[in-house]
Every structure is written in structure tokens, then in C-alpha cells.
């Protein structure tokens, strides 16, 4: 049951966040998967009636920002606003992300409270001054160890390559400030052992316990050869490291150091969302950051796996890059928001093809979820005038449907809502649509219809409500995945004016049968998911 009243006002909310996205070029499928994942885990803790905060945004500093934006003519914060305003924000409207904040890296409520967070610790005496020298990969930001790097071969023969992007790393020597992080190993293999949920999958768990057990370097926290980032509060001659400044995003974006009240309300995060080549950052220098700074550590930090395309990460500069938009433009937002929930488990790596998203939009959307909802409305609309008629002659093919929903309810909350297996509850659901479709078939309704008795009426009247009913739970179900057609199929149904707007539906209240009451309007719109056109 949601909290109401007061109660509200002092629950925790639900706090999801995504990793804030490089400006470097425009966000592609990987990106958006991502996004769409968090998308989909807060529509469902929304409509679970929790208190929900998503916070998404752009990680705007780093000499990689700085040296595209000189590629590009531009000044630093200018090629960031250019992206953000045209390419980024557009998109998570596009795909219809509802996320309650953007957080960008350059904006003053984030680089005020990163310096406080850093003097901080500099006057608890986490950081000192010294010097390195080694390799450093600029697209990821990252010093590397020698024994990860790999050799270079071709154009790059007789170099050394970050394992990641496959470019030459470049050897640096700078005075730095240094984060003890060698001191927190221990209590980080500590956190691990007693929050084995700390870290998913248990893969990406095993391989930071592992990486930690190996002992922990220091961690260099400033950089001094350029000077795009926030100033090191006490040597301007040196900004914050960009990864120590962007991790803080999770923290400045609540409240930190300017709202205590909304930052408790908020703060840790309950799930952060990473791509497993990020996820060191956040598994291993983010905690010890906060256990530095004496802050709680978030809930569960979630690694998905890569897109692939042609067996190759998803990615710019291997030109896999895909726009969403070219497949939003052929298959609809809400198919695409359903596919990369649906065909790939999420923390695994997942292939993509244009091929096997047309079969699955044929076979699952069209055929089986959108004929059948067509099928209702028309049906409803021929023998009964479009008025939604009273059941009044269930059995067991009845008990068997609403067992179905209660089984397929309780599967996907569990899944999507605790576990983030997003393939396999939307799996359930659309279970329970191929058990309607086959209720529907061996029923015969359009059979039925021809024999003009009081009893084959009633039994006609059964098996149309009992669609109905079933295709109200399925838009309630199906919300969070896609929006724009659940809302379509809430309207056909006529749901609104008796149950009210689909988004006060309680995914937990969803398996009470009867909801859609006898005489409810029921119309026949568009098809919810049109037959595809052959790309041009």
C-alpha cells in the first residue's frame, strides 16, 4: 500500500540513477539502453506507489571533453551545451524517459559542493601531494597498469593499447594529489561479504572482490597538464580529477552540502545503473570516497552488459553506432523501449540485429499483444454495441484465466520491480497474453455468437469480459515498458472515467479481478502496433 500524508513526506524515496554520459558526441543505443533500463525500474517503483527520484545527466569535464570541443572550434562549455540542448535532452524526451532531474557536471550546484567534498577530505587527511608517472587512456579518463594493456598491432605496432577503446595509451608524469584509497580495502571486501547484493551480476561481483583482494593503489585525485575541470580548492594550479568529480553527481544532484533535509530524503542511492567497463569507478573509489567522508553507500550497484553489433561493443569509434532514432523511426517508441527490455537480459552482453527486432515486433507486439487487443474491442463493439457486458456464467476457463494473471503479476513485480531482470518479467506478462489468445480460441466467442439462447448471450457476455479484464491488467502491467500504447489500450477499454488515470494503478492491486466494470465504453482505435513497412 503507498504511504500517505505525512508518512510520505518522510519515506526515503526510491533513489535510481544512471551514469552521467560523456558529451563527446552525440548518445547512441548503449546510451539509451541504459537510460530505458532506469526508465522502466522507477515507472514500476512509481506505480508500486513508492516515492521515486531518477536522475540522469552529462558528465561535461576531462581532458576528452576538452580536446573534441578544440577538434570542433568551440570552446569546452559551449560543445557541451550544443550536445545537451540538442542532442541529449531531445532524445530522453524522445523516448519518453522520465527522469526527475539532469544533472550536468558544469552547472554551479555541482561544482561548489564537489570542491566542499574535496576539502573536505583533504582536511581529514585523505589526500596528500606526490607524483606519477605511467600510462593514461584519455577516453576512458584513466591511468592504466602496465599488465592490462595490450600490444599493439598494425598502424599501432610497437604501442601500447588500453584494453577498453584499443587506442595507444599516453605516458604522463604529473604532480598530483593523491586519495588513499590503499587504506580501504579492507573495509571494502568487508561491505562486499556482508551486502553480497552490493554488486550484480554475481560475474561483475566476483571480478571487483577479486581486483580488490590484489590490494588497492592510490588514487590520483587531481590533474595539472590541462585546465578544463573544477579547481582543487586549495591549488588552482590543479582541477579534480574528472571521475572523482562526476561520481559526486549522485550526491550534489540531492541536496549535498545545500539541502540536508532533501538530501536524506534522498541519499544513497537505492540502485546505480553502470555499464560494466565504468564499473570499478563505482564499485570500488565511490564507496571509499563515502566510507572517507562518513556517507551512507547505495544499495545495489547494477552492471549491463554491452550492446553488440557484428560482435563488436556498441560504440563510436568502432562505427557500430547506431542512432535510436533510425529504429524509433521505423518500429515506434514504445516497441523500441520493449525490445531492449525484452530480448536482451539485462547485465548480460546482448546482440542486436535489425532482423530479430522485426520478428519479435511481428510475432510478440502485433500478433499476439495488438491483434488481441483488436480483436476484444472489435468483438465487443459487434455483439454488444460497444458497451462491455457483465459476466455471468464463469468456470473453470474463467479460474484458469485469473489464476494466469495472479501467477503473471506476481512473477513480473518480483522480477522487474526487486530482481531487474527486465527480460523475464516482461516475459511473464506476455505469457499470460498468449494464454488469453488461446483462452479466446478455444472458447470460439464468434461461435458462440451464433447461437441465440439467453445461455449462449451469458456465455458470449463471460468470455468477452473476461478478455477485457485481462487486457486492463495487461496495460497496467505493460506501463512502465510502454507508455504510449498502454495508454491507448487504457482508453479502447474505456477505463478512466470508472478506474481513473492508468498511472494511479497499483502494479499490487493489479491481480484483483472485476475491476472493469459491466457497461464500461469499449472502442476499436489504430492497431497498437501497425503492420512494419519495408525500410527505405
Known sequence: MAATGSEQTESKAYYVTTPIYYVNDAPHLGHAYTTVAGDVLTRWHRQRGEKVWYLTGTDEHGQKIMRTAVANGVSPQAWCDRLVEEAWKPLWEHLDIGNDDFIRTTEKRHTERVREFVQ??????????????????????????????????????????????????????????????????????EHYEQHPEFIQPESARNEIVNFVRQGLEDLSISRSTFDWGVKVPWDDKHVIYVWIDALLNYATAVGYGADQERFERTF??????????????????????????????????????????????????????????????????????????????????????????????????????????????????????????????SGEAEQA???????????????????????????????????????????????VAKTETDDARARLATILYTAAESLRACAVLLNSVMPESSAKLWDSLGAEPHLGPLADQRVGDTARWGQLPAGATVTKGGALFPRLEEPK
Open 120 to 189: 573536505d577530505l583533504y582536511d581529514k587527511g585523505e589526500i596528500y601531494q606526490g607524483g606519477y608517472e605511467g600510462p593514461y587512456c584519455v577516453g576512458c579518463e584513466e591511468y592504466k597498469t602496465y599488465g592490462e594493456l595490450l600490444d599493439g598491432e598494425g598502424e599501432f605496432e610497437g604501442q601500447k593499447l588500453c584494453p577498453i577503446h584499443r587506442t595507444p595509451v599516453e605516458m604522463l608524469q604529473e604532480e598530483n594529489y593523491f586519495f588513499k584509497l590503499s587504506e580501504y580495502g579492507p573495509r571494502l571486501l
Open 268 to 393: 544513497p542511492a537505492d540502485v546505480h545503473l553502470v555499464g560494466k567497463d565504468i564499473l570499478r569507478f563505482h564499485t570500488v573509489i565511490w564507496p571509499a570516497m563515502l566510507m572517507a567522508n562518513g556517507l551512507p553507500l547505495p544499495g545495489k550497484i547494477v552492471a549491463n552488459g554491452w550492446l553488440m553489433v557484428g560482435g563488436e561493443k556498441m560504440s563510436k569509434s568502432n562505427l557500430t553506432g547506431i542512432s535510436p532514432q533510425q529504429l524509433t523511426e521505423h518500429f515506434g517508441v514504445d516497441a523500441y523501449r520493449w525490445y531492449f527490455m525484452r530480448a536482451i537480459a539485462f547485465g548480460q552482453d546482448g546482440s542486436f540485429s535489425w532482423e530479430d527486432f522485426s520478428a519479435r515486433y511481428t510475432s510478440e507486439l502485433a500478433n499476439d499483444y495488438g491483434n488481441l487487443a483488436s480483436r476484444v474491442a472489435a468483438m465487443v463493439g459487434k455483439y454488444f454495441g460497444g458497451t462491455l457486458p457483465e459476466s455471468t456464467a
Open 401 to 447: 484465466v485469473v489464476d494466469g494473471l495472479a501467477k503473471a503479476v506476481a512473477e513480473a513485480d518480483r522480477r522487474i520491480g526487486d530482481e531487474l531482470d527486465f527480460a523475464g518479467g516482461i516475459a511473464a506478462v506476455f505469457d499470460f497474453v498468449k494464454q488469453v489468445n488461446g483462452y479466446l480460441t478455444e472458447q470460439e466467442p464468434w461461435k
